[in-house]
């Protein structure tokens, strides 16, 4: 029985030791694991910030295409309109007297489509008033523009 003893020790003590060696490497795994999840993790936990960070910027930024895209939309359709005008003196005889007045016609041009019709004016008139000057000063639209031709046109911009 001794010798029972001796064989079966070295092999009970070898068992022993291997079941706490992979109790050991097991738990060794496990803390390594660990910290594998948790750098990943993080790791998520980053590209998430980042992702909403962009996401953000990228959210302004449409809005302020969209801003400008609607800015240039509307520059552009104010830059189409124009504004036509016409002037001529009118004079009404009464038995003794001759009045003058000035006749002002305008209306507001979309490219070449009318928006409005003919808006006018009668101002009465002296014998040493300025047309010119009256009918500058008399504008319903625009006071720069006295008559189509004289309108600014829009710059095109041209293709690169």
Known sequence: MDAL????????TALAAGVLAWFVMQSRMDV???????????????????REGLEAQIQAAMRAAQERAHREALDNFLGELRVEQRHYTRENRLLTQTRKCLV?????????????????????????A??????????????SVVSIADA???QRKALA
Request: without cysteine; proline residues 6%.
């Open 32 to 50: 390594k694991l660990a910290e594998q999840r948790e750098q990943i993790a993080s790791q998520r936990g980053a590209i998430a910030a980042e």
């Open 5 to 12: 003893v001796w064989i079966l020790l070295p092999g009970f």
């Open 104 to 128: 002002l016609q305008e209306r507001m041009y979309f490219r070449n489509i009318p928006l409005s019709d003919w808006i006018e004016h009668e101002i009465m008139l002296d014998d040493a």
């Open 152 to 154: 600014p046109r829009p």
């Open 130 to 143: 300025d047309v010119s000057r009256m009918v500058r000063d008399m504008t319903v639209f625009d006071n």
